[in-house]
């Protein structure tokens, strides 16, 4: 299983990104899958999470400038975020706990990490 992470870059402050992650691979299914970031120095922290019946929870600091959303046919998460501020900027890693066909139990696996710089 693989999850790979898209959609980062540079913007400025005020403007819109969409993150995307897609899981690939041998999947039966995915339970919870969330974005989380970490900034240079600090700790990684959870920004959002959807659960497999859409229930989103959202960090204070995001709340109602970013959204989840994911598209179970497509094993796919995407983290719409707008009005965004310099403090925003960090790598963002996709996390997804995921059961493949030939396990009992689901893991947890991590994306690669895409780089968000807010900047004028």
């Known amino acids: 299983v693989q999850l790979q992470a898209s959609g980062g870059g540079l913007v400025q402050p005020g403007g819109s990104l969409r993150l995307s992650c897609a899981a690939s691979?041998?999947?039966?299914?995915?339970?919870?899958m969330t974005w989380y970031r970490q900034a240079p120095g600090n700790k990684r922290e959870l920004v959002a999470t959807i659960t497999s019946g859409g229930s989103t929870n959202y960090a204070g600091s995001v709340k109602g400038r970013f959204t989840i959303s994911r598209d179970n046919a497509r094993n796919t998460v995407y983290l719409q975020m707008n009005s965004l501020k310099p403090e925003d900027t960090a790598v963002y890693y996709c996390?997804?706990?995921?059961?493949?066909?030939?396990?009992?139990?689901?893991?947890?696996?991590w994306g690669q990490g895409t780089q968000v710089t807010v900047s004028s």
């Open positions: 691979g041998s999947i039966f299914s995915i339970n919870a």
């Open positions: 996390n997804a706990v995921i059961r493949e066909y030939t396990s009992t139990w689901p893991e947890d696996y």
